[in-house]
């Protein structure tokens, strides 16, 4: 598995925080294999102190407590030689994008 960190990856409005560093990990098929789930640190709160689905989990990589974000690619989503860091990178951000947005249930 391979892990890379963003530091100080910038958040939208709407949460507690500008920026926290993202962990991305990579399975050994990567680029051919779709990267699955992405892990803040710290811990990412809306700013309104509401509940980011899919987010309650906390683990530890690379010696350090990380808030999972359980998000993942419906199936042909990803293509192979075609998408890449970048483009996951896009979809961490609409989802961001969309946890700041979402309203109470």
């Not at 970048?86 to 951000?93: D, G, I, K, M, T």
């Amino acid at each position: 598995m391979i892990a890379i960190v963003i530091p100080s990856f910038p958040l939208p409005n709407g949460f507690a925080a500008t920026a926290a560093d993202l962990l991305l990990r990579l399975a050994p098929g990567y680029p051919d294999m779709q990267p699955d789930m992405w892990w803040f640190a710290p811990a990412i709160r809306r700013a309104d102190g509401q509940v980011i689905a899919a987010t309650e989990l906390q683990e530890v990589h690379l010696g350090r407590t990380w808030q999972r974000w359980s998000r993942h690619l419906n199936p042909g989503q990803w293509r192979s030689g075609i998408d890449s860091l970048e483009s996951y990178l896009a979809l961490v951000r609409k989802e961001l994008e969309a946890a700041a947005r979402a309203r109470a249930a």
